[in-house]
C-alpha cells in the first residue's frame, strides 16, 4: 500500500494550491480516504474524508468552504483543492487509508 502526496509549496496568504495523492498497492474504489495535516508543534489533524464514491465529503470547520476534496478511482488519485489559504494551513499535507498513512507534501504560506 503506498500513498503519495505531492503539490505543496511556498505560497502567500490568499493563494491557492492543489494537492494530489497518488494511491498504489490496492484497489483505491473500496475505501474511503482522509486527508491529514500536521503543523510545526502541533498534532496530527483529519482536513477531510471522502468517501469511496465521493457522495460523502467531510471537512474539519477551519477548512470548509476553502478546501474541497475529490477523487478519481479511475486514475488511482485523490486530490485536495486549497483556496484562499491561511498562515495557520502551514503543514504538512498527507493522505491516510485507516491507519496507513503516505508520505506527506509540505505547504508553507507565508507573506
Known amino acids: 500500500v503506498q500513498l503519495q502526496a505531492s503539490g505543496g509549496g511556498l505560497v502567500q496568504p490568499g493563494d491557492s494550491l492543489r494537492l494530489s495523492c497518488a494511491a498504489s498497492?490496492?484497489?483505491?474504489?473500496?475505501?474511503?480516504i482522509g486527508w491529514f495535516r500536521q503543523a510545526p508543534g502541533k498534532e496530527h489533524e483529519e482536513v477531510s474524508d471522502?468517501?469511496?464514491?465521493?457522495?460523502?465529503?467531510k471537512y474539519v470547520e477551519s477548512v470548509k468552504g476553502r478546501f474541497t476534496v475529490s477523487r478519481d478511482n479511475a486514475a488511482k488519485m485523490l486530490y485536495l483543492q486549497m483556496n484562499d489559504l491561511k498562515i495557520e494551513d502551514t503543514a504538512v499535507y498527507y493522505c491516510?487509508?485507516?491507519?496507513?498513512r503516505g508520505q506527506g507534501t509540505l505547504v508553507t504560506v507565508s507573506s
Open positions: 498497492g490496492f484497489t483505491l474504489d473500496y475505501y474511503a
Open positions: 471522502i468517501s469511496t464514491r465521493s457522495h460523502r465529503k
Open positions: 491516510a487509508k485507516g491507519v496507513t
